[in-house]
């Protein structure tokens, strides 16, 4: 049961132009969600994250947008650069046992084209 | 701040034998580390939640007797694989617990190879 899903393997786009990454959660209980890039034999690089009170949070080049009803988060990178190209993981996490329970999605491998 | 690192980085050996991998919190102390373990061109799937001081807790389907946790400091846990066999090579990454601007944040490993001929 994957709770947390990339539905897109791969993304290609040119350099300068925006990246959106796209991500779909089944649970309710999720409450924080997240964004981690990560490269071939590297373990995962928090990028951004959002509570599930907000709908939006932007960090320079970085924006989330949170749609609770949908069950729907995006990440939006603009302007898209060749060092963005990685595999970009979506995240969801709830409270378990007194500790937040993270859920990845499948990833999202993106490349910026110069 | 917030590095987790991991040791070895890649692990070759031989059918049957056992593997030790160790993560450390090196800024930080972590109550609570997480071992997950990723399959080429899949996602990062938790295998065990490492608490300081008492016995992990180990997800659906992990084996508990094949993959031993320890979490025997505030900074540093194991995972040891034992009697490992090829089904068994993977990239296991690990995490770490640390609370920040009132959340439960995780910072990552940079994972290890182990490959079991």
């Known amino acids: 049961d994957q709770q947390v899903k990339q539905n897109s393997p791969s993304l290609s786009v040119q350099e300068g132009r925006i990246s959106i990454l796209n991500c779909d959660y089944t649970?309710?209980?999720?409450?924080?969600f997240l964004w981690y890039k990560k490269y071939p034999a590297e373990g995962p690089t928090f990028l951004i994250s959002?509570?599930?009170?907000?709908d939006k949070n932007e960090d320079g080049r970085f924006t989330v947008f949170l749609n609770k009803s949908a069950k729907h988060l995006s990440l939006h990178i603009v302007p898209s650069q060749p060092g963005d190209s990685a595999v970009y993981f979506c995240?969801?996490?709830?409270?378990?046992?007194?500790?937040?329970?993270?859920?990845f999605g499948t990833g999202t491998k993106l490349q910026v084209i110069p | 701040g917030a590095v987790v690192s991991q040791h070895p980085s890649w692990v070759i050996c031989k059918s049957g034998t056992s593997v030790k991998i160790e993560c450390r919190s090196l800024?930080?102390?972590?109550?609570?580390m997480f071992w997950y373990r990723q399959f080429p061109k899949q996602s990062l799937m938790l295998m065990a939640t490492?608490?300081?001081?008492?016995?992990?807790?180990?997800e659906q389907g992990v084996e508990k007797d094949k993959f031993l946790i320890n979490h025997a400091s505030l900074t540093l846990s194991t995972l040891t694989v034992t009697s490992a066999h090829p089904e068994d090579s993977s990239f296991y990454i690990c995490?770490?617990?640390?609370?920040?601007?009132?959340?439960?944040?995780?910072?990552f490993g940079p994972g290890t190879r182990l490959t079991v001929l």
């Open positions: 995490s770490a617990s640390l609370i920040l601007a009132g959340h439960n944040e995780q910072f």
């Open positions: 649970n309710s209980m999720f409450d924080y």
């Open positions: 959002i509570s599930s009170i907000k």
């Open positions: 995240a969801a996490s709830r409270n378990s046992g007194g500790y937040q329970k993270v859920t």
């Open positions: 800024d930080f102390q972590a109550t609570t």
């Open positions: 490492s608490n300081e001081g008492s016995k992990a807790t180990y």
